[in-house]
């Protein structure tokens, strides 16, 4: 046993299957060396004696995650959401991510990103930053400082945007190169990610050229997919011959495992069939979908259907950075889609949703379902003490309560990658 083998006691709370939330009432979760040893209902008999940190009767969950953000758009948070996807990027979006060209104002907005983020409790995280490489590294700086785990791309774009974003196909990728090559030799908790912004933002030669960076160094990639109709048929006239969407990034090589394609709302069932084959992830962003009125996404659907779905905020199309909100918007999402099928298309349970919040996003890190074994411990404490009835109630109920209705007032404790973070 080694001299930092800890216990944390409280009522554990986890998903380690779909549709299941395991509840082990005044557990036990032992960590050695900021890895998870295992979790249990009482103290082993091995551990007996060891540094215990007794949270009483708040719960012990899993941190959240979200696999989908646009870090430049963290100022632009609930402003434009009157407009459509096309219009608003181009009235908000990109006119917002060209001021990161100036590496103090990323500095100022980035700190206080990383800082929120930390606040909601969302410790591993799938992250767009800008063009602009001087500022994405900042970016990269302020989550490591905070202690987040996460995925950040440059973001790539060649074509139909504004001046001020427009790179050229030769030098957008020698920049990813660059901060590709310092990333991995950096080795912390932020890792590369191939992030061309969409197919109409990126020329052929573009995407063949991040397909090649991505089969060098192995690397995931992000970006967006079937998101909005009138997208859709825009990609539809950029690629004649295509089959679907999806073929503008799988003729690339860039629709492949561990590749994140956000939305989906509009994927037929012969994408979604591509999507599962090639092992592609689906971030649902469902209030940033509702927000630029782009759909409901068939979620309940794609998990039949076998896909890999995580869950995004998508700020600033998403006006929330907290995933419990998020999780609660799927749910109410899906709920409307099952009214408007007549029942067809079933709901979400918050048991999935607590699922898709937590160990959904955790598998993409490598990690989980749940609290597993051998994983860095990525935690939050919460305390309900102050609503009604908590010492009475069901912890199920308790935790659903506090996704659904709470707030990160209630968040007392957070881990990331085996540490305690600082309070916030
Ligand atoms: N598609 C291309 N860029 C974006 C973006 O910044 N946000 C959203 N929601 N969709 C996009
Ligand atoms: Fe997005």
Known sequence: MTQTTRALRANILHAPTLGKIEALPHG??????????????????AYRGIETQDYGDRLLIPALCDLHLHAPQYPMMGMGMDLELLEWLN??????????????YAEGIYAALARELVKKGTTRAAIFASVHLPATRILVEELERAGISAYVGKVNMDRNCTGGLMEQAERSLGD????????????GSVRPILTPRFSPN?????????????????????????????????????YPGAAGYWESYARFSLFRPRTLMAHCVHSDERERAAIRDHGVWVVHCPDSNVNLMSGIAPVRRMLNEGLSVALGSDISGGSTLSMMQIATI??????QRRIETKGEDA??????????ATSAGAQYFGEGPGFRAGDPLHALVLDDGALPDSGRLPLENRLERLFYAADDRTIAARYANGKKLEAV
């Open 28 to 45: 036990v979760l032992i960590v050695e060396d900021g890895v998870i040893a295992g979790v249990f209902p009482e103290l082993p008999e």
């Open 91 to 104: 009235t908000y979006t990109f006119p917002g991510e060209e001021r990161f060209a100036d590496p103090e």
């Open 176 to 187: 990813t190169r660059v901060f590709v090559e310092e990333l991995l030799a950096r080795g």
């Open 202 to 238: 990126c020329t052929d030669a573009l995407m063949q050229g991040l397909g090649a960076l991505a089969d060098e160094y192995d690397l995931p990639i992000q970006s967006h997919l079937s998101e909005n109709e009138s997208e859709v048929q825009w990609v539809r006239s950029l």
């Open 330 to 335: 799927a749910i109410r999402a899906s709920k």
């Open 347 to 356: 709901f979400l349970t918050f048991a999935e949703a607590f699922y898709l």
